[in-house]
């Protein structure tokens, strides 16, 4: 391989734009890389009101951190979110480019630090912030006249 000069690595980066690091990780996660996610949402838990309390949760305990929001989602489902977070002087952008996924599974909302390394484990809504299921409780049953009348129990 030849070497190129200065000159050629300046004209190739200006036609081409900088090479990326791990461009498919940064297009999942919103344009930050995986290693400074601390909690993600997908479009369908951003559009779900009743996962606001784990964000709130979520940028309370880390005020520092930034919240990066996916514009594919309608103002109104985004709107609670970016309330919140300048609520709690949480920094938050919007990101509308083409190459971030519109459907329900993709990534709506990414609470991450600026620039350094976290590796927080887990990231998903639904693993960091489990919903407890009510535990079926059975509740005795009523008894009748009947039930009173012939058994005195």
Not at 10 to 25: F, R, V
Not at 33 to 38: H, K, T, Y
Not at 52 to 71: C, K, M, R, S
Request: hydrophobic share 35%.
């Amino acid at each position: 391989m030849t070497d190129k000069s200065p000159m050629e690595e300046h004209l190739q980066s200006a036609m081409y734009g900088t090479p990326k690091i791990n461009p498919d990780e940064q297009r999942h996660y919103l344009g930050t890389f995986r290693e400074r996610v601390s909690l993600t949402m997908t479009i369908a838990e951003v559009r779900d009101r009743n996962n606001l309390e784990a964000f709130i949760t979520e940028i309370t305990a880390h005020p520092d951190y930034q919240v990066i929001l996916n514009g594919h989602i309608d103002q109104a489902d985004l709107g609670p979110y970016m309330k919140v977070a300048s609520q709690n002087n949480v920094q938050f952008s919007i990101k509308q480019d083409t190459i971030y996924g519109i459907s329900n599974s993709d990534i709506g909302l990414v609470v991450c630090t600026n620039a350094t390394a976290i590796n927080v484990a887990p990231v998903a809504l639904r693993q960091k912030y489990p919903t407890e299921t009510p535990s079926p409780t059975t509740t005795p049953k009523k008894k009748g006249l009947l039930d009173r009348l012939f058994h005195d129990n």
